[in-house]
């Protein structure tokens, strides 16, 4: 028998928490990938400014394959700032948050200057 695994100790504060699942468009897969990789490597510091200065606790991304071979990234905002996060980082002027901004219209197809996606329509 596989022992439960251990209930958390402390309080999630969902209401300061944002998850969105982003497609990724078919022909940027590489393209995230580097961006990742640059995000855990040579901008690690300015990726944890940009968190910081955005009030982000959390700042978490998973890559999922879908059965039909597309991609999803599903992201963790989490922290005072989590409501606000995306227009802020889309609309920044610091230059980190421009290339991030750019890096993500780029990689997702998302429009800068156009709507967030939707919040979560329900949590479990």
Do not use: C
């Not at 209401?15 to 940027?28: F, G, K, S, V």
């Amino acid at each position: 028998m596989v022992p439960p695994l251990p209930r958390p100790t402390g309080l999630v504060r969902w209401e300061q928490a944002w998850a969105p699942a982003i497609p990724t468009l078919p022909d940027r897969l590489d393209g995230w990938r580097a961006w990742v990789d640059e995000l855990n490597g040579a901008k690690k510091a300015d990726f944890e400014a940009s968190n910081a200065r955005h009030q982000l606790t959390r700042h978490h991304a998973w890559l999922q394959t879908n059965p039909d071979g597309s991609h999803v990234v599903i992201t963790i905002h989490e922290g005072p700032g989590s409501d606000g996060y995306v227009p802020a980082m889309m609309q920044s002027d610091d230059p980190f948050d421009q290339w991030f901004a750019s890096t993500v219209a780029e990689v997702h197809g998302m429009d800068p200057n156009g709507p967030t996606p939707a919040p979560a329509e329900q949590v479990l």
